[in-house]
């Protein structure tokens, strides 16, 4: 029963709160910055698993092992790094498509992309019993 929580909480929790925050939040799309930041997060973390094979003496995962996999090892990290990227995309997607059915850009600006004027039927009026404007 444990180690299989343990996946279900390394890998499977983290898309589920992604997947929520996708769906049923009002955060909008993240920058295309974003993108190249979490290709290096992910080169990054594939270092540090070869770095725990040269200070631990084992691969954190095992098709990381180049005397096991050979020739499929590159196109194991290539991959995961295309899945990355199609994971980016399908999440800024999701966030599209959510914005859109919501309604949410169009409300939030006029016509032509601006922001409504606010002033249209505001007048300042003064708080009872508030001294501003008379000497005291």
Do not use: D
Not at 2 to 22: D, Q, R, V
């Amino acid at each position: 029963m444990l180690p299989a929580w343990y996946n279900i909480s390394e890998h499977a929790i983290n898309s589920g709160y992604a997947l929520f925050e996708i769906t049923l939040t009002n955060v909008g799309p993240n920058s295309w910055w974003h993108l190249p930041v979490c290709v290096f997060m992910l080169a990054c973390y594939l270092g540090v698993a070869y770095i725990t094979h040269a200070t631990q003496g084992f691969y954190t995962y095992s098709f990381l092992n180049p005397q096991k996999e050979h020739a499929k090892l590159a196109g194991y990290i290539i991959g995961i790094g295309v899945a990355e990227c199609l994971a980016f995309l399908l999440a800024r997607g999701l966030i599209w498509v959510r914005m859109r059915l919501s309604g949410r850009k169009s409300r939030a600006s006029g016509p032509s992309g601006t922001n409504p004027t606010i002033e249209e039927g505001w007048e300042e009026v003064e708080r009872p019993g508030s001294r501003v404007g008379q000497a005291v």
